[in-house]
């Protein structure tokens, strides 16, 4: 059943299959850009709470980002009760070293975003 190609016909056959492999390498390269790019920090924010871009972006209003923070609560409860545990009398001594870690982070990631 298997026909000889003519050697023009071979040559354009060849073409073809280089051609499907440099399509497939640059999706390939595309795919793990799109994968670098969801791991970052950022990303991950943006897959636990997909509204974020749009609020920081489009300087959303007090009420909406306030809506947002109830429905993530609702969504993962524990962070709820961690948020509480750490504001409890017997967590209050060390709320103070928490209030220092978060000020480094936000100062931190302030420095990040200037330099770019």
Not at 11 to 18: D, G, K, N, T
Not at 41 to 67: A, D, Q, T, W, Y
């Amino acid at each position: 059943m298997s026909r000889q190609l003519s050697a023009r016909e071979r040559a354009v056959r060849i073409e073809l299959l280089r051609a499907r492999a440099a399509i497939e390498r640059q999706s390939m390269a595309h795919s793990v850009q799109h994968l670098s790019n969801s791991l970052t920090p950022r990303g991950l924010l943006e897959s636990i709470m997909p509204g974020f871009r749009r609020s920081v972006r489009g300087h959303s209003s007090p009420s909406s980002m306030l809506l947002q923070a109830f429905s993530f609560t609702r969504r993962y409860p524990m962070i709820l009760s961690m948020g509480s545990a750490l504001l409890s009398t017997a967590a209050r001594r060390k709320l103070r070293w928490w209030k220092l870690l978060a000020g480094a982070a936000v100062a931190w990631q302030a420095s990040r975003n200037l330099r770019k």
